[in-house]
């Protein structure tokens, strides 16, 4: 909201308040990466402040509470309602209750002191529930130790347990402790995939967070894509969504789906290649299998006819490779790869016509305009995407740093490599920002008519030259129709072996106009394999996958990274694989495992070292320079 200045002392005030600000500490970044749809690992990792929250307790209490105590402590702080249930239940009477109330009101105040002393009063009031902001302020702000307000201080307590306002005061206080002990949030991509649940991490971080930004990861985009109306992105999250045992999550966002259930079961029959997996392990139920398998062959057979029209309209997709339709022999047994000839197995090809291999059955049309335009029209599921494109980026240069999904696309020497569309051609940061414009554009704009657009929106979930696929081609078609594994292999982009090295980071950091002493690129989207370094290129490149997809446990052997900025340097935090909720409310189980320090600063980072400080202190400079105007009676609008 704009600011209106009268007189010279508003205008000095405000620069006194914008330069207190500037020397503040930095807050605490965030960054988390590759949840794929798993809300409560996500959630848990939001409520421990990726492990901060238990070393800003160990800071404050060790010598004062126990470790058993400072864990039923911070255990209370992620999960307040079903922490203060188990209490309740285990007091032996009302007298013991109450004393239990008010010594947790004194750790939860001093904890919130404590986690929000580098903040203004003002933030600080914000992150608090309006319906507790003076009781908060009285007892946060007061002195426990002045005799003169001790009883004062101590009846606001009393008071608050006598009104049987206890439980209401130390769940907002616990979910105001949350919000302050990271200040910022980045989602480096892939919010979305196979997980159940991506629809409760948008809806918990748009009623519960604040600050936070995502760079759209390469799931994220079939979800965007869709709602702009491509059928291509919608078919391959449908047939994702079915690989996965998942359809309930279209059905959650309002996507009705009997038609297509009916023309798969019509038209299809269950085939060991098209089975549903289980990311938990848990036996899939008969007729969810049933279901599942058939509707994969159905709209999985939709995506490759319409990856072929797409493939076709753009020949600088130099995608003509990934056109396998055409290459079936005639009895549909053998197809031609790359000029040799595999035996096809689990052959589904029947509604495929032999003269016209690409072309949709009037059904199969039919079938796609339905659905893409419920992608269009569901409110859910276009307000979580909204959300996701109005706080989003394909990139972001943040505090000196560079944050992406995958990969910057280069040759074998890591010289940028460059695109041609429609006569324009991009590489490195300019390539980011045409793929960003292009999804900007479809999105505001959604349409059912496949063009130039969509296309692009598509290539950007498999296109060689994608930043967030970085491979050469993905193997859907042999991964499922051809039993030689050698024809599953995907090869990624030189930019993963590259970014080991220093000169490399320098060069990428450089193209993104950012310092290449100082500055760090920060990726996602590969899991990092047992035995290897997150930490790459000299400490100037972070690679965080959350892990949090439980197959990639078996590969990595943790649950994944999250990373730690805040004015002392940078933090990297391993997690453990995460269990289920209940369980690790029952045994208070965490999920962090180790946090090591990567990145030291020479003296404390503050506010006016951050991108925040510099639009402050732009701001500063032009209060200052308006001074003079007030003299001329001018009204002042900052």
């Known amino acids: ?13 405000e620069i006194i308040n914008l330069s207190a600000i500037l020397n503040l500490p930095k807050g ?7 949840i794929h749809g798993e809300y409560d690992e996500f959630a848990h990792i939001l409520r421990n402040g990726s492990g901060n929250t238990r070393q800003k307790i160990s800071e404050l209490f060790t010598g004062r509470l126990t470790a058993d105590s400072q864990k039923k402590l911070a255990f209370l702080i992620y ?3 079903e922490i203060l249930k188990q209490t309740k239940e285990s007091m032996p009477d009302e007298a013991s209750l109450s004393q239990w109330y008010i010594d947790t009101f004194n750790e939860l105040i001093e904890m919130l002191r404590y986690t929000s002393s580098k903040y203004t009063r003002s933030k600080v009031r914000k992150a608090i529930k309006d319906d507790f902001v003076y009781i908060t ?9 002045d005799n003169a307000k001790y009883k004062y201080y101590y009846e606001v307590m009393d008071s608050i347990v006598r009104l049987g306002m206890a439980d209401s005061f130390i769940i907002s206080t616990c979910h105001t402790i949350q919000r302050l002990v990271v200040d910022h949030l980045h989602i480096i991509g892939d919010v979305y995939d196979r997980g159940p649940h991506p629809d409760y991490i948008i809806d918990h971080l748009m009623k519960r967070w604040g ?5 759209w990861g390469n799931h ?13 992105c919608m078919a391959n999250l449908i047939r994702i969504s079915a690989r996965y045992n998942n359809l309930r999550l279209l059905t959650n966002y309002g996507i009705g789906l009997s038609d297509l259930r009916e023309f798969a079961e019509k038209n299809y029959k269950p085939l060991d290649s098209f089975k549903p997996k289980s990311d938990t392990g848990a036996k899939i139920p008969d007729d969810d299998a049933c279901y599942d398998n058939c509707v994969q062959q159905a709209i999985a057979i939709m995506q490759f006819k319409l990856e072929g029209q797409a493939i076709q309209r753009n020949p600088e997709f130099q995608m003509s490779g990934r056109m396998l339709l055409d290459k079936l022999s005639p009895d549909r047994k053998t197809v031609e790869i790359d000029g040799k000839k595999y035996p096809v197995i689990d052959g589904c090809f029947q509604l495929v016509d032999p003269d016209d291999p690409y072309k949709l059955t009037d059904e199969e049309e039919k079938i796609l305009i339905d659905l893409s335009q419920q992608f269009i029209d569901a409110p859910k599921l276009r307000y979580h995407m909204a959300y996701m494109m109005n706080n989003g980026s394909m990139y972001l240069k943040y505090n000196g740093n560079l944050l992406l999904h995958g990969c910057v696309p280069v040759d074998e020497e890591g010289k940028m490599l460059s695109w041609t569309v429609d006569g324009k051609t991009y590489a490195g940061k300019s390539l980011f920002d045409f793929f960003e414009k292009v999804l900007k554009e479809g999105f505001q704009k959604p349409s059912l008519v496949d063009c130039k657009k969509s296309d692009i929106i598509w290539y950007l979930w498999t296109g060689k030259m994608s930043p967030l696929f970085g491979k050469l081609a993905m193997t859907t078609f042999e991964r499922y129709f051809v039993e030689d ?11 993963y072996s590259l970014r080991k090295e220093e000169w490399f980071a320098d060069e990428l950091l450089k193209e993104f106009g950012l310092d290449p002493e100082n500055g760090h690129i920060i990726n996602g989207h590969t899991p990092v394999k047992l035995g290897h370094s997150p930490i790459m290129a000299n400490r100037k490149i972070f690679v965080i996958d959350g892990g949090m997809s439980k197959p990639y446990h078996k590969t990595t052997g943790i649950g994944g990274y999250t990373l730690l900025s805040n004015s002392y340097g940078f933090q990297l935090v391993t997690h453990e694989p995460f269990t289920t909720r209940k369980k690790a409310i029952a045994d208070m189980t965490d999920v ?14 503050t506010v006016g070292d951050t991108d925040i400080g510099a639009s402050l202190k732009k701001q500063i400079e032009q209060l200052t320079a308006r001074l003079e105007a007030i003299d001329k009676n001018q009204t002042i609008r900052v």
Do not use: C
Request: hydrophobic share 30%.
């Open 220 to 232: 994220d985009i079939l979800w965007i894509g869709s709602a702009a109306g491509s059928k291509l």
């Open 28 to 34: 605490t970044e965030a960054f988390v990466s590759d």
């Open 79 to 81: 999960y307040p309602s």
């Open 1 to 13: 909201m704009e600011k209106i200045f009268t007189t010279s002392n508003e205008i000095k005030s």
């Open 592 to 605: 962090v495992s180790t946090k090591r320090v990567i990145e030291q600063s020479v003296k404390r980072t």
């Open 485 to 495: 594994t050698q024809t599953h292999h995907e090869v990624k982009n030189p930019y």
């Open 211 to 215: 600050s936070l930004d995502f760079q």
């Open 137 to 145: 302020e009285e007892l946060l702000y007061a002195d426990s130790n």
